[in-house]
């Protein structure tokens, strides 16, 4: 008895290649090894991006997207792509947050959860001046970010890298700041426009926020920025985690044993 395949079985049988096709296929760019991990390099209109992909993916393709510094104290990642998360990378470091920076990170977003069907919300992993960059998103799209993870964070672009307290500050990074936000010294120097009072934003949409940070940091005071975020974020009803290192400078960032903030990842996701 032979088997003929109705004009429904057809299309189902179509529907369903075409989907593991979709759910499966291929990553853009060159292919490399990160850590043991597959590697996928490329470009999204000539910013260089990278996704490194777990061995298992978890259910509903969670991912942690780091801002500047891919691969400095990885030890966070690494662990999460044991649990089964992505992990992804745009280049905007020279954009410092600005509303040029959202823009272009959100390109990298859209092509993640609209090409390859990662988890609406990721969870922001933002380093120093990487910090602002993801806060600065996360306040832009609220809804778009479960959580973020901010090291020794930039909170106010005036501390760093404006100088304008008890940091050095960088005077080049100060004027490109001024370039890419198209704003005047006085108008960046505004904490209506810094995330340490915008935080507000993420607590009125109950977006949780873990820092770990030392309180000796002498590039970015932690009574700078951390310090005063945390103050207007919790006021608003925000809820955190904070790892204040005693005697800790601006290095080493993260945790040699990153336990906690990967207990925070995975609850973020709960």
């Not at 298992?56 to 891919?70: I, K, L, M, Q, T």
């Not at 020279?94 to 859209?110: A, M, T």
Request: with cysteine; proline share 7%; glycine share 8%.
């Amino acid at each position: 008895m032979s088997f003929r395949p109705t004009f429904r079985t057809a299309l189902a049988v179509l529907f369903l290649t075409c989907l593991v096709s979709t759910l499966f296929a291929d990553f853009p760019g060159t292919k490399s090894n990160w850590n043991g991990f597959d590697c996928y390099n490329f470009q999204i209109d000539g910013r260089p991006a990278r996704i490194v992909c777990p061995k298992e993916p978890a259910d509903g393709n969670p991912w942690v997207w780091r801002a500047v510094f891919f691969g400095h104290e990885p030890q966070t990642e690494i662990a999460m792509l044991n649990h089964g998360w992505y992990i992804a990378w745009i280049g905007t470091s020279d954009l410092l947050g600005s509303p040029k920076c959202n823009e272009e990170r959100s390109r990298l977003y859209d092509l993640l959860t609209k090409e390859f069907h990662f988890n609406a919300k990721p969870i922001l992993l933002g380093m120093s001046r990487g910090g602002v960059c993801s806060l600065q998103w996360a306040i832009a799209n609220p809804d778009k970010t479960a959580g973020l993870y901010i090291d020794a964070p930039v909170c106010d672009l005036k501390s760093w890298p404006g100088g304008k307290g008890k940091g050095c500050g960088d005077a080049g990074s100060w004027k490109q700041a001024m370039q890419v936000y198209n704003m005047t010294e006085d108008e960046l120097s505004n904490p209506v426009n810094m995330p340490i009072t915008t935080c507000k934003v993420l607590a009125e949409k109950q977006v949780p926020i873990f820092i770990v940070a030392g309180d000796s940091d002498r590039v970015v005071p932690w009574d700078e920025n951390g310090a005063i975020l945390l103050e207007n974020f919790k006021a608003a009803g925000g809820k955190s985690d904070l790892i204040l290192k005693p005697g800790c400078d601006h290095h080493p960032h993260s945790l040699k044993d990153p336990a906690p903030i990967v207990d925070f990842m995975l609850k973020c996701m709960e």
